[in-house]
């Protein structure tokens, strides 16, 4: 019986030592999991901030792009559109009473197409007025404009 307590002691020892050898094995590999699984959380996590970011920075870069290129066709646009002016003087005789006035027809339009029709403006004008200071200041619109009257140069070629 002696031998086998000297056989089976050792054997004992041997079976319990690989059981504790699995167990920290085991453990050491489910730490270095978890470890794994940290960087991985860490780095999905880093991905997915780094997404954000970008598609955020896309939106904005988007969204910018759109509107200059809505300012540049409203810019398009407003640099087509024209004011198309004529005028003349007008002579009315009521009871011997005879008036003048001064006539100024705008119209704007777009390219060729008009917008408007004909806007009219009548002032009674004396004998020493200014005609081109009162073309000037009764007109509608602010862009230069074209003169009819006067071969389609600008009115600012008249003053």
Do not use: C
Request: glycine share 4%; charged share 30%.
């Amino acid at each position: 019986m002696e031998a086998l307590v000297w056989i089976g002691v050792p054997a004992f020892a041997a079976v319990v030592s690989g059981v504790l050898a699995w167990f920290i094995m085991q453990s050491r590999m489910e730490v270095k999991l978890a470890e794994a699984r940290e960087r991985i959380a860490s780095d999905k996590g880093a991905i997915q901030a780094e997404r954000e970011a970008m598609e955020a920075q896309l939106q904005t870069a988007m969204r910018a792009a759109q509107e200059r290129a809505h300012r540049e066709a409203l810019d398009t646009f407003l640099g087509e559109m024209k004011v198309e002016q004529r005028h003349y003087t007008r002579e009315n005789r009521r009871l011997a009473q005879p008036r003048k006035s001064l006539v100024l027809q705008e119209r704007m339009y777009f390219r060729n197409i008009p917008l408007s029709d004909w806007i009219e403006h009548e002032i009674v004008v004396t004998d020493d007025a200014d005609l081109e200071q009162l073309i000037a200041d009764m007109t509608v619109f602010e862009k230069p404009r074209l003169n009819v009257a006067n071969g389609g140069r600008p009115m600012k070629a008249l003053a």
